[in-house]
């Protein structure tokens, strides 16, 4: 490991992460995972001085476990500031994924429903178009309201936000572009207005709900709702390169109204927090039930192409055979992403202050160099349970179908071979592999699922018949089935 590798694993062991019950070993100091992370880490360093990226930081997690942190660049090309783990970015649409969240734990506090329509929060809520419906906090919540992408205001081009009041008056001018629930249109106006619908219900204004219902129980210190003061350490955003090679400081701009949609601030210490909080099993380290986090990461609305999906202010999609949630997010010269697989609890935060700093990048490569290291090293190591006798189970076996499956011992293991029409193309891929459950048993496992498979033997030690769930297989040789469809003979 280099010198510059264990600073980092130092740093990241004195860092408070409100993990509770600390590993004997920090995975980061692990071997196979160090390796990888020192790979991620010159792979990193690479992309950013090959795209000539101001400033990039990255965290990654397991579950409440910080694995590592780092800042790559510097946070402000003037001053020559680095940008580091503690280094604060605009945080965009990410914001998104909090007021998701204040808003399911008001639902769970039985402040709200789902189904419950905006105007019972919002009073002045009756956009044109409304005939196929009202749309509800769950359409909000899962981009399928209808409404425009943005509120009547030409913000994104005078840099000039709305107030609160401001978007709720123009609503007056705007309509619905299809009846709730029909379709999906991404919509910052929706989310601005669930930002509304969360401090209606809650009572408070929408800062203060966010700083109360999550930046205080996760002890989120350095996330901002509002513009972060000067003393945080904000990145200097930057636009895109000119033709010589100079980058535009990015102006400072204040969501106002949008801020449940987009004004949010944080560092990737912070942000790890708070997707470790949608990882966890632990009731204590939670912000919602573990039944409502999993209702959040499900997919609530496909797309057409079958390529992604929305859940509850979180974005699904497939990388590499994983499903990952998370969310994107951009303003003001600072790109982010936030990416987690709730299937192995590996989470990954990366935020960057230029407008092509491509985070989605980052987070795909250390799913792809770090993630399987980390599962890796944290898989139970397996207990193989040694076949006895396996012989006596392999034969052909029928149901009253005259369905036939047979059991054969392939490189000293039971397997499954069912005769498929057509016969598969991929015959290993066909087969089911059996488990024992004990040494010298008759209970097997299929493959690496739940269900079991069980050989009833006859006192002279054959197979008298297979059970697998509810129904039974017979040997090729049972004899005819009577009525209860038993062997009438043997």
Wanted: proline letters at 8%; glycine letters at 10%; a negative charge.
């Amino acid at each position: 490991m280099s010198k510059a590798a264990r600073a980092t694993v130092m740093l990241l062991a004195a860092l408070s992460f409100r993990a509770g019950g600390a590993r004997a070993a920090p995975l980061a100091e692990r071997p196979e995972i160090a390796s990888r992370l020192e790979l991620y880490r010159l792979w990193a360093e690479d992309q950013r001085a090959f795209f000539a990226q101001p400033g990039v930081s990255i965290a990654i997690v397991y579950d409440q476990e910080l694995v590592w942190a780092r800042g790559l660049g510097l946070a402000d090309l003037e001053t020559g500031r680095p940008a580091t783990a503690e280094t604060v970015y605009r945080l965009g649409s990410i914001s998104k994924t909090f007021t998701a969240t204040a808003l399911l734990q008001l639902r769970d506090a039985g402040r709200l429903r789902l189904e419950d329509p905006v105007s019972r929060f919002l009073p002045g809520f009756h956009p044109k178009g409304g005939e196929g419906g009202e749309v509800t906090v769950w359409n909000l919540l899962t981009h399928t309201s209808g409404l425009p992408r943005d509120a009547a205001f030409p913000y994104w081009t005078s840099r000039s936000f709305p107030t609160e009041e401001q978007i709720q008056a123009g609503l007056e001018g705007q309509e619905l572009q299809f009846p709730p629930g029909s379709d999906y249109q991404y919509s910052n106006l929706g989310l601005a207005l669930a930002g509304e619908v969360a401090a209606a219900a809650a009572g408070q204004p929408y800062p203060e709900v966010i700083r109360r219902q999550i930046l205080a129980p996760l002890g989120l210190a350095h996330t901002f709702v509002e513009l972060p003061p000067a003393s945080a350490g904000l990145a200097q955003g930057y636009l895109p390169r000119r033709a010589d090679g100079s980058r535009p400081r990015a102006p400072e701009t204040d969501a106002r109204g949008l801020t449940p949609a987009a004004n949010l601030s944080s560092n990737v210490l912070d942000l790890a927090r708070f997707v470790s909080a949608q990882l966890s099993g632990s009731a204590e380290r939670r912000l919602l039930a573990a039944a409502t986090l999993r209702e959040m990461q499900r997919v609530q609305f496909l797309a057409k192409d079958w390529g992604s999906g929305r859940g509850l202010g979180f974005l699904l999609w497939r990388q590499g055979g994983r499903t990952l949630v998370g969310h994107g997010g951009w303003v003001a010269g600072h790109r982010a992403q936030i990416a987690f697989d709730p299937a192995t609890k590996v989470g990954v935060v990366v935020l960057t202050n230029s407008d092509e700093g491509g985070p989605a990048e980052y987070v795909k490569k250390a799913f792809e160099l770090v993630a399987p290291a980390i599962e890796k090293a944290l898989a139970p190591a397996p207990k193989p349970v040694p076949l006895v006798a396996p012989e006596r189970f392999v034969g052909t076996y029928h149901n009253p179908w005259g369905e036939e499956t047979e059991v054969l011992l392939l490189d000293g293991e039971l397997v499954l071979y069912d005769h498929a029409e057509p016969p598969a193309a991929d015959v290993e891929a066909a087969l089911t592999h059996l488990a024992p459950e004990s040494e010298g048993g008759t209970v097997f496992r299929l493959g690496a699922g739940p269900r079991k498979l069980v050989f009833e033997m006859r006192p002279d030690g054959k197979v008298a018949r297979i059970r697998l769930d509810e129904n039974y297989l017979y040997p090729a040789d049972c004899g005819a089935l009577g009525p209860d469809l038993q062997c009438t003979a043997h």
